[in-house]
């Protein structure tokens, strides 16, 4: 049995005023990567530089591609949410 994906692939990233957006195959936006160009605002607000948003959603977009076993061994902080939730 084939199992279908969510978020189909190819992802692709766009660049937008300020952010870079990957979106898979769908056109379903995942996740914006906001930057600043100006480094004044950048350093206050320890904001990412284009070259750094863009590395991180390059990253990103290639997670559909990865074998889920590399996926599950990928370590995770301990669950910290209440048991009520």
């Not at 160009?37 to 863009?54: C, I, M, V, Y």
Request: aromatic content about 10%; proline content about 11%.
């Amino acid at each position: 049995m084939v199992e279908s994906r969510r978020f189909p692939p190819p992802w692709s990233i766009d660049e937008g005023e300020a952010c870079f957006i990957v979106t898979d195959h769908a056109g379903q936006k995942l996740a914006y990567f906001y930057f600043e160009r100006e480094a004044g605002p950048r350093s206050a607000a320890k904001l990412l530089t284009r070259d750094e948003a863009f590395l991180l959603a390059v990253n990103f977009a290639k997670l559909p591609m990865l074998p889920r076993q590399v996926l599950k061994d990928i370590p995770r902080p301990p669950n910290t949410a209440g048991s009520d939730d």
